[in-house]
T-cell receptor
Framework: DGGITQSPKYLFRKEGQNVTLSCEQNLNHDAMYWYRQDPGQGLRLIYYSQIVNDFQKGDIAEGYSVSREKKESFPLTVTSAQKNPTAFYLC?????????????FGDGTRLSIL | AQSVTQLDSQVPVFEEAPVELRCNYSSSVSVYLFWYVQYPNQGLQLLLKYLSGSTLVESINGFEAEFNKSQTSFHLRKPSVHISDTAEYFCAVMANSGGYQKVTFGIGTKLQVIP
């Protein structure tokens, strides 16, 4: 079955440490997205990528970095500059461009601070 | 610019009773509308979508939503809820802008079905 795989499901970060969240899709989608979810705040866009080797900042990119070296993969690094990283992180993908088809989501990674 | 307002953060309802989850949006361009459902510690699953055509759209598990352009609303309804419908529901609006799909989500409505 086609879908989006996020790993790990749970992740713990120590002070001053960078951590990387994995996102892989086999839907042959061009566009991929990272969202942060906090209670009562809905989903906020961190970064998005419309095509390989290109990505754009979303609304809350500070303290995060991404890469898009392969169509299937869009890893997110939470850097030590992100002072409040505790949240549920969701990766999504879509056909992108002028398509009207919705985004598909992975099952998320919950990041906590040790 | 576009925005989505979900008017209720929590909705408690008794099992087998009807429910309506409200969603209003604003946009200066034509949009596509979606409802997603999220169960605890899971991602969002698409519940239903309005792209064009009939303004009433239905899901396979009994939910329906009606697109009302004049009132800029896309409320979600179910005539009789089940315990398994307990979840958080997100309304989303999407517009194509310069070859980019811009999606905006509401803050979510938690539906609690009471036995």
């Amino acid at each position: 079955d086609g879908g989006i795989t996020q790993s790990p499901k749970y992740l713990f970060r120590k002070e001053g440490q960078n951590v990387t969240l994995s996102c892989e899709q086999n839907l042959n989608h061009d566009a991929m997205y990272w969202y942060r979810q906090d209670p009562g705040q809905g989903l906020r866009l961190i970064y998005y990528s419309q095509i390989v080797n290109d990505f754009q900042k979303g609304d809350i990119a500070e303290g995060y970095s991404v890469s898009r070296e392969k169509k299937e993969s869009f890893p997110l690094t939470v850097t030590s500059a992100q002072k409040n990283p505790t949240a549920f992180y969701l990766c999504a993908s879509s056909q992108g461009g002028y398509s009207n088809q919705p985004q598909h989501f992975g099952d998320g990674t919950r990041l906590s601070i040790l | 610019a576009q925005s989505v307002t979900q008017l209720d953060s929590q909705v408690p309802v008794f099992e087998e009773a009807p429910v309506e989850l409200r969603c209003n949006y604003s946009s200066s361009v034509s949009v596509y509308l979606f409802w997603y459902v999220q169960y605890p510690n899971q991602g969002l699953q698409l519940l239903l979508k309005y792209l064009s055509g009939s303004t009433l759209v239905e899901s396979i598990n009994g939910f329906e939503a009606e697109f009302n352009k004049s009132q800029t609303s896309f409320h979600l309804r179910k005539p009789s809820v089940h315990i398994s419908d307990t979840a958080e529901y997100f309304c989303a609006v999407m517009a194509n802008s310069g070859g980019y799909q811009k999606v905006t989500f509401g803050i979510g409505t938690k539906l609690q079905v009471i036995p």
